[in-house]
C-alpha cells in the first residue's frame, strides 16, 4: 500500500496530477426497464455495503473488459452495451487509493445469480437504498442515471468523506 497521502484530510493535500491509485476497478450499473442492478457485497472493500457490481483490473485488462468480466464473475450476467458514466479518484486515510471507471449498461444477456462474492438485488430505479451504499453515491449516481458524465475526487477516513469535488458534464 502507497502511504503517500496517508494521512492527509483535505483534496488540497494531494497533487492529483502525479496522484497514482493502489488499485485500478471498475463499477457497473445494469439497468432492465425501470429496475437498476445492485448487489449486496458478501467481501472486500465494502463488504456488506450495497453497490454495482465492481472490481480490480487484472494486469493488462482495459476497464471496458473488467466491467464485463466482473459482472460475469460477480453475478451472472454479461452487460452487451457498456456506456461509460465516469471515474472516481478515492484516496482514504490509511493510505490505500483507488481509481474507479464506472459504466452503465441498458441491456444484458442471462440470469443474475447469487455468487460467493455477491448477492445480486433488482430494485426500482427510483428506489435505490443510498442509505445502505457508500455515502458518496448519492452525489455522483444521479445526475449519471439523468445522463451526465462526471468525474469525482474523493478523501475518505474509512466509511466517512473528509473533502471532495464533484464535476459533472453533459454528454
Not at 432492465?32 to 465494502?46: C, M, S, V
Not at 487484472?58 to 452487451?80: F, H, L, N, S, Y
Not at 439523468?146 to 478523501?155: D, E, L, S, V
Request: net charge negative; charged share 25%.
Amino acid at each position: 500500500m502507497s502511504q503517500r497521502y496517508a494521512g492527509v484530510k483535505t483534496l488540497a493535500e494531494i497533487d492529483w496530477a502525479t496522484w497514482e491509485a493502489v488499485d485500478r476497478a471498475t463499477l457497473t450499473f445494469v439497468i432492465d426497464g425501470d429496475q437498476i442492478l445492485l448487489i449486496r457485497k458478501k467481501r472486500g472493500l465494502g463488504a456488506g455495503k450495497i453497490n454495482g457490481p465492481g472490481g480490480k483490473l487484472d494486469p493488462g485488462e482495459t476497464p471496458e473488459a473488467c466491467a464485463v468480466r466482473e459482472c460475469e464473475e460477480e453475478v451472472g450476467i454479461t452487460p452487451t452495451d457498456l456506456s461509460y458514466m465516469g471515474q472516481n479518484l478515492f484516496q482514504f486515510t490509511d493510505g490505500y487509493s483507488i481509481h474507479v471507471w464506472t459504466y452503465l449498461s441498458r441491456s444484458h444477456s442471462g440470469t443474475a445469480i447469487e455468487t460467493d462474492e455477491a448477492l445480486p438485488l433488482w430494485v426500482p430505479l427510483d428506489a435505490i437504498p443510498y442509505e445502505e451504499m457508500w455515502v458518496d453515491d448519492e452525489l455522483w449516481l444521479p445526475p449519471a442515471l439523468a445522463g451526465k458524465t462526471f468525474m469525482g475526487r474523493w478523501i475518505f477516513e474509512g466509511d466517512v468523506y473528509l473533502d471532495h469535488a464533484l464535476e459533472t458534464f453533459d454528454r
